[in-house]
Structure formats: structure tokens, C-alpha cells
Nanobody, 115 residues
């Protein structure tokens, strides 16, 4: 069965950097992998998406600061975050979409940006 595991969250000062990792394992390969985030009192929002062939999409709020990438051999997606702002504080979720357009979600990892 498919399992999605995230890592890399933590506490960082404004202007700092973090790299999140997400690995999907199971019978099906990930076709599209995405990062979402949700802060307290807000709706979950799409942060970035990457296709199997490395086409990318970024939300305007993170464009120029975050980079999404993937290693297909490891079925792993990364979110490199720099110039972090307090507004980036949220739980970050990884979503893997397989060839049948079936979604699998990770448990989420907390990112806190604070001085």
C-alpha cells in the first residue's frame, strides 16, 4: 500500500532556510507531487507542484523563495525554502498523485518561522 512520509520541519528564524522531504512508497509511482500548507485559522493552500517530468508551479506568495524538485529514482520530492518569513509558519503537507489520479497525503510537518 502507498505510504507518504514527510520530514524536515522545525523552528527557524526569519530569513533562514529549511528543506522539506517527502517520500512516497508503494505499488504505484507518483505522477504529480505537491506541497500544501495550512496555518491556524486559514484554509489549506497549494504551495508548489511538480510533475513526473519536472514541470513546476508555485504560488505567488512563495515564488522566488521556494524551489520544488524531485528524484524519481527515490520517488521523493523536496521543498527548498529560503528567505523564510513569519507568514510561512504553517503545517506543510505532501500529496502524491498516482497514475489513476488517486491522492495520498502525508501526516504533515510543522514549520515555524519566529525570532
Amino acid at each position: 500500500q502507498v505510504q507518504v512520509v514527510e520530514s524536515g520541519g522545525g523552528l527557524v528564524q526569519p530569513g533562514g532556510s529549511l528543506r522539506l522531504s517527502c517520500t512516497a512508497s508503494g505499488f504505484f509511482s507518483s505522477y504529480v507531487m505537491s506541497w500544501f500548507r495550512q496555518a491556524p485559522g486559514t484554509e489549506r493552500e497549494l504551495v508548489a507542484t511538480i510533475t513526473y517530468t519536472s514541470g513546476t508551479y508555485y504560488a505567488d506568495s512563495v515564488k522566488g523563495r521556494f524551489i520544488i524538485s524531485r528524484d524519481n529514482a527515490k520517488n521523493t520530492v523536496y521543498l527548498q525554502m529560503h528567505s523564510l518569513k513569519p507568514e510561512d509558519t504553517a503545517v506543510y503537507y505532501c500529496r502524491s498523485r498516482d497514475l489513476r489520479a488517486f491522492d495520498y497525503w502525508g501526516q504533515g510537518t510543522q514549520v515555524t518561522v519566529s525570532s
